[in-house]
């Protein structure tokens, strides 16, 4: 079943049961489906794309919730942290740090990396076998922690 259809019956789930918060982040979610639909000219929206618009949402939540918790809105910062919470049980379960630095040291080993030089490889390979497994930031940082 593709993530619009997914969210279409949560969005109705959320409507029954007068969930507004799931109901500003479902919507927030299928609006962005349906961008991504209208840019590609009503083209299907592939998996990864998927995976990218929920990381994407995820990530600017986040980032406002910290910028809400440091300005001392905490009434702001629970609500963008109750609609990352909600976006993010579409995603893919996230690995642990102990999952990312064994998949990080794999990959590592395949492209031959062994110094900071090789970050780059390292990093473009990762991004693309980890995605929607783990964020870029934390992808970065295990790849810098193990190629230092």
Known sequence: MSLETTINESIKTAMKEKDKVALDSLRAVKAQILLLKTEAKGADVSPEQEIAILQRMVKQRKDSYEQF???????????????????????????????????????????????????GKVMGIASKVLAGKSDGKSISEMAKKLLS
Do not use: C, H, Y
């Not at 629970?78 to 379960?93: C, G, N, R």
């Not at 064994?102 to 900071?116: D, G, L, N, W």
């Open 69 to 119: 918790t440091a300005q001392g809105r905490n009434d702001l910062a629970e609500v963008e942290e109750a609609q990352m919470k909600v976006i993010e049980q579409f995603l893919p379960k996230q690995l642990s740090i102990d999952e990312l630095e064994a998949e990080i040291k794999k990959i590592m080993s395949e492209a031959s990396a062994e110094s900071i030089k090789d970050l």
